[in-house]
């Protein structure tokens, strides 16, 4: 540490800092980082099929020969890519990629969000194309459209009618945005049906791979797979982040896009490269997702155990029941939300929310309630993350502890 005196932040600057954040705390949804605290279940990480709380990830990466790479293993790549951060192993690993999930050519990017900008700040450059994504895209692509200052519209969330009004409607090349699994409602885009759309309008698919690959696909290819040999794939972003519990993301496309990207993609020009140490760690995780079939039937049985007993639970129509919604998806994710008319008002919505959590917390159930501006007012939640790992005593401990919750909280108020 330097000893030099500490200086604070000039005070104007403070006061208006405090201000704002005392108004969003009163909002009731303050954001804070948070952990999965020691002796919990977890049913909140995006760890799907349990890489990294099996220690699968770690004893792989601990088995993997880094000697054997060139040197400086654990240090940076020293600059962009543009400049002099461009490494071997990158070039050699986007070919790997390219071939694995099936595009020409593969870009790597530091996080998903990274690709998310670079792809639509690249795809904005090109006067005649108009972007056109579901509503529920993820917040790196809304964030892409705006930075990309370019002509975007949304159809309603997995509307086959409404898309093909929107390209009935486009002067230009349309490009259309999906997430082949969303990742607040877990529901799956209907691909096939979209890509029947988009081919017949002569546009292109763009398609968020990141709650899908790993779990989807042949050996955890995703789901664009099955799409690719019927044309009118623009571009596949597969992140790490998730399933793979590592580290970065990589956009599979055409040559032609890629070389777009490197040329005009924001987040991609203006950013030191990935490291080796992270490219290592990807490899890694490539390896071992390949190997997981056992845990993606683990994980399959864990979603068919949840929707099961959800169906249960809904048989029994309990008044506790009743004021609830739960999913039932074939992905993952899964939500519990508050009927509309069992509320009075969004507060009250968030008081039985926060309380439901509370008390699955307290039952060592790792939730955590998703509020507004994450979703929208009506939409908030409890996400709940299912993973290879869960069993079925602990799913039917959550659905049990949301109807205990729902009727503690109903007889304090």
Same mark, same amino acid.
Do not use: D
């Given at each position: 540490m330097l000893d030099r005196e500490t200086k604070n932040t000039p005070a104007p600057l403070d006061a208006l800092v405090t201000e704002r954040l005392k108004a969003q705390e009163e909002t009731g949804v303050y954001r804070r980082l948070r952990a999965i605290p020691e002796g919990h279940v977890d049913f909140a990480s995006n760890d799907y099929l349990g890489l990294i709380q099996s220690g699968a990830l770690e004893a792989a990466f601990r088995a993997h020969p880094l000697h054997a790479h060139p040197h400086h293993v654990h240090s940076g790549a020293g600059g962009s890519r543009l400049i002099s951060g461009e490494l071997p192993e990158a070039a050699s690993f986007e070919r790997e990629l390219a071939e694995f999930h099936g595009g020409e050519s593969a870009l790597i990017f530091s996080s998903g969000y990274d690709a998310n900008l670079a792809l639509i700040t690249a795809l904005g450059q090109l006067g005649g194309v108009q972007m056109i994504y579901d509503e529920k895209i993820h917040a790196s692509m809304r964030d892409g459209f705006r930075l990309a200052r370019c002509r975007s519209a949304h159809f309603r969330h997995n509307s086959l009618r409404d898309l093909e009004a929107h390209l009935e409607r486009s002067e230009k090349i349309p490009l259309v945005f999906v997430e082949s699994t969303y990742s607040m409602d877990g529901d799956c885009a209907p691909l096939p049906e979209i890509q029947a759309l988009v081919l017949r309008f002569g546009g292109s698919l763009i398609i968020d791979e990141a709650h899908s690959t790993g779990i989807s696909g042949e050996m955890g290819c995703g789901r664009t797979s099955e799409l690719l040999g019927n044309g009118g794939i623009g571009a596949a972003i597969h992140t790490?982040?998730?399933? $793979?519990?590592?580290?970065?993301?990589?956009?599979?496309?055409?040559?032609?896009? +890629?070389?777009?990207?490197?040329? $005009?993609?924001?987040? $991609?020009?203006?950013?030191?490269?990935?490291?080796?140490?992270?490219?290592?760690?990807? +490899?890694?995780?490539? +390896?071992?997702?390949?190997?997981?079939?056992?845990?993606?039937?683990?994980?399959?049985?864990?979603?068919?155990?949840?929707?099961?007993?959800?169906?249960?639970?809904?048989?029994?129509?309990?008044?506790?029941?009743?004021?609830?919604? $739960?999913?039932?998806?074939?992905?993952?994710?899964?939500?519990?939300r508050v009927r509309s008319e069992a509320v009075s008002s969004g507060e009250e919505r968030r008081t039985l929310l926060k309380g439901v959590a509370e008390h699955l917390l307290q039952d060592t159930l790792y939730v955590v309630p998703i509020f507004h501006p994450t979703v929208s007012h009506t939409e908030e939640m409890i996400r709940i993350s299912l993973h290879a790992f869960n069993s079925e005593d602990e799913v039917k401990r959550v659905l049990n502890g949301v109807q205990e919750g729902v009727r503690q909280e109903k007889n304090e108020t």
């Open positions: 790490w982040g998730k399933a $793979f519990g590592s580290q970065g993301a990589v956009v599979c496309c055409s040559s032609p896009l +890629r070389e777009l990207m490197v040329n $005009f993609g924001r987040s $991609f020009i203006y950013t030191t490269g990935i490291s080796r140490l992270h490219l290592s760690g990807a +490899r890694v995780a490539y +390896r071992v997702i390949q190997q997981a079939e056992e845990a993606r039937r683990a994980l399959a049985q864990t979603i068919s155990t949840w929707n099961r007993e959800v169906a249960a639970a809904l048989s029994g129509a309990s008044s506790e029941v009743q004021a609830i919604e $739960f999913s039932q998806n074939e992905s993952p994710i899964q939500y519990i």
